[in-house]
């Protein structure tokens, strides 16, 4: 069965700044899909980020960027430039990618706090 | 953008209730799922539907159940519903196994 870490249960950071959420998985399949979701406050949980297994370039959205380590089993986020708005609870999230006894698993989240 | 609706944002029952949760997407989507989220655990999946009746259990199905008659629309079902299922309840939906899952507002369910 997958796992999914996430070792930060909080953390904060200053407005402006770069901040890293860590993220590891265990896993025995080759081929797989993590993502990073993002729950404001209150508010629906959306997609940030999107990385295939079997692509070795790090995805990238605007001030978000992921360090894949398809050996070390890890897929860190890392925000960039942070804004108020980037207060919100992450998830980091496993796909095998479909087959039998297919689902999605969810790490506990990390709540990050952006600062004035 | 692919809409999920779920039917109430705050619903409180009382022990022993049978209570539903509705869930619709507008975005003609094969895969639907269920979540339980409680704090310091993330989200738990419930159940998921890959196709319209079909259904397969998740992590934590002990005491829900769904119905899928129609691919839009996903229902969770508390057969008879307990204090220690007071949570907030995800729903979601994807186009395929490995694609984004969009997700509803959530309801926040009390059983009292």
């Known amino acids: 069965a997958q796992t999914v870490t996430q070792s930060q249960p909080e953390m904060s950071v200053q407005e402006a700044e770069t901040v890293t959420l860590s993220c590891t998985y265990d896993t025995s399949e080759s081929n797989y899909y993590l993502f990073w979701y993002k729950q404001p406050p209150s508010r629906q949980m959306i997609l940030v980020i999107r990385?295939?297994?079997?692509?070795?370039q790090n995805a990238t959205e605007n001030r978000f960027s992921v360090n894949f380590q398809k050996a070390a089993k890890s897929f860190s986020l890392k925000i960039s430039d942070s804004q108020l708005g980037d207060t919100a609870m992450y998830f980091c999230a496993f796909d095998r990618g479909g087959g039998s006894n297919y689902k999605l698993t969810f790490g506990k989240g990390t709540l990050l706090t952006v600062n004035p | 953008d692919v809409k999920v609706t779920q039917s109430s944002r705050y619903l409180v029952k009382r022990t022993g209730e049978k209570v539903f949760l509705e869930c619709v997407q507008d975005m003609d989507h094969e895969n639907m799922f269920w979540y339980r989220q409680d704090p310091g655990l993330g989200l738990r999946l419930i159940y998921f539907s890959y196709d319209v009746k079909m259904k397969e259990k998740g992590d934590i199905p002990e005491g829900y159940s769904v119905s899928r008659e129609k691919k839009e629309r996903f229902s969770l079902i508390l057969e008879s519903a307990s204090t220690n299922q007071t949570s907030m309840y995800l729903c979601?939906?994807?186009?395929?196994?490995?694609?984004?899952?969009?997700f509803g507002d959530g309801t926040r369910l009390s059983i009292l």
């Open positions: 979601a939906s994807s186009l395929s196994p490995a694609k984004p899952q969009h």
């Open positions: 990385q295939e297994a079997y692509k070795q």
